[in-house]
């Protein structure tokens, strides 16, 4: 009888178990390159991530001069309607 050779899902390794016992004979880890892979591949890597965040910091940076345009169109026209109010402005402070 022969053993059941088992890749595992989560780290991939190899296990070999004995049929009958059920008991794990071997525990193969699979073969892995470094932390992080070949040097060029981190590279492209690194390269990828700063254009990205280049791009979002654009993207931020764009929609900050418009958030400002926009509330300074707003205030002018809250301004516009405090203006031709008739109400006559009252200072919580001068409840008392």
């Known amino acids: 009888m022969a ?6 899902p989560c780290c991939e390794a ?3 178990v004995d049929r009958l016992s059920g008991e794990v004979l071997l525990h193969k880890a699979k073969e892995r390159r470094g932390p992080g892979g ?3 591949a981190m590279v492209a890597g ?3 991530q700063k254009s990205d965040a ?3 910091f654009e993207k931020q940076l764009e ?3 418009d958030r400002s345009r926009i509330l300074e169109e707003r205030f002018k ?5 405090a203006e ?5 402005y009252i200072n919580p402070m001068d409840m008392d």
Request: with cysteine; net charge negative; hydrophobic share 35%.
């Open 38 to 40: 070949s040097l060029d």
């Open 84 to 88: 031709k109010s008739d109400e006559k």
């Open 63 to 65: 929609s900050q001069k």
């Open 14 to 16: 190899t296990l070999v």
């Open 77 to 81: 026209e809250a301004l516009e309607r």
């Open 54 to 56: 280049a791009k979002r």
């Open 46 to 48: 690194l390269e990828a």
């Open 3 to 8: 053993n059941f050779e088992i890749l595992c």
